[in-house]
């Protein structure tokens, strides 16, 4: 079992940044693959950023390549979202989510989201 608990969300300015943290517990972080996925208010829960166990290996939906780095520290138990130029559509709850293996994109474990919205 994992426990996953966000944090980093809040208000803020279109072009502005924010980072977002999750912390794991409850299984060898450096295990297993971790992403993030967002819901916009009526919209399906979308894909934002994944990193594999070591680290190595990041993938991004294209709306936020080059704006959004996903990273993690295996030490400290806790992948991060840093988000840059961020815009009104950038605006959902955003999910940390762990994998079960050290790869793959399917996730098992969600966490309970934190809200980011970006005004104009």
């Known amino acids: 079992q994992v426990q996953l608990v966000e944090s980093g969300g809040g208000l803020v300015q279109a072009g502005g940044s924010l980072r977002l943290s999750c912390a794991a517990s409850?299984?060898?972080?450096?295990?297993?693959?971790m992403g993030w996925v967002r819901q916009a208010p009526g919209k399906e829960r979308e894909f934002v950023a994944h990193?594999?166990?070591?680290?190595?290996?990041?993938r991004y939906t294209d709306s936020v390549k080059g704006r959004f780095t996903i990273s993690r520290d295996n030490a400290k138990n806790t992948v991060y979202l840093q988000m840059n130029s961020l815009k009104p559509e950038d605006t959902a709850v955003y999910y940390c989510a762990a994998s079960t293996g050290r790869t793959h994109m399917q996730y098992n474990y969600w966490g309970q989201g934190t809200q980011v919205t970006v005004s104009s």
């Open positions: 409850g299984r060898t972080f450096s295990n297993y693959a």
């Open positions: 990193i594999t166990s070591s680290g190595g290996i990041t």
